[in-house]
Nanobody, 123 residues
Framework: EVRLIQTGGGPVQAGGSMKLSCVVSEYPTTRYSMGWFRQAPGKRREGIAAADVDGETDVADSVSGRFSISLDTVANTVYLQMNDLKPEDSAMYYC?????????????????WGQGTQVTVSS
């Protein structure tokens, strides 16, 4: 059974930094890509970063210049580094995995999901 276990998250002050981690286990293939999504109350889930095992990465315009994604293929762990956090970044953050190398920010294209972790940015 594929499992995605997230760590990190919690409260942080505006302007601060935080790093989220997501460990993938029992994935049936070494060829996969991963993404980070977030969902604020009353809003739809938003794809914000994606990476694949070949080293390709991308981040959404909404977080470009502040957030970055990295995928450690040895540790099977994807990270989301968040800098200069703003109150509007407060949301539940999810990692996700898909058996496809093309980067995607589309929720329905992901097959497996982490449990989610809350990030709350105070002003």
């Amino acid at each position: 059974e594929v499992r995605l276990i997230q760590t990190g998250g919690g409260p942080v002050q505006a302007g601060g930094s935080m790093k989220l981690s997501c460990v993938v286990s029992e994935y049936p293939t070494t060829r996969y890509s991963m993404g980070w999504f977030r969902q604020a109350p009353g809003k739809r889930r938003e794809g914000i970063a994606a990476a694949d095992v070949d080293g390709e990465t991308d981040v959404a315009d909404s977080v470009s210049g502040r957030f970055s994604i990295s995928l450690d293929t040895v540790a099977n762990t994807v990270y989301l580094q968040m800098n200069d956090l703003k109150p509007e970044d407060s949301a539940m953050y999810y990692c996700a995995a898909r058996t496809w190398l093309r980067l995607s920010f589309l929720e329905y294209e992901y097959e497996h999901w982490g449990q989610g972790t809350q990030v709350t940015v105070s002003s």
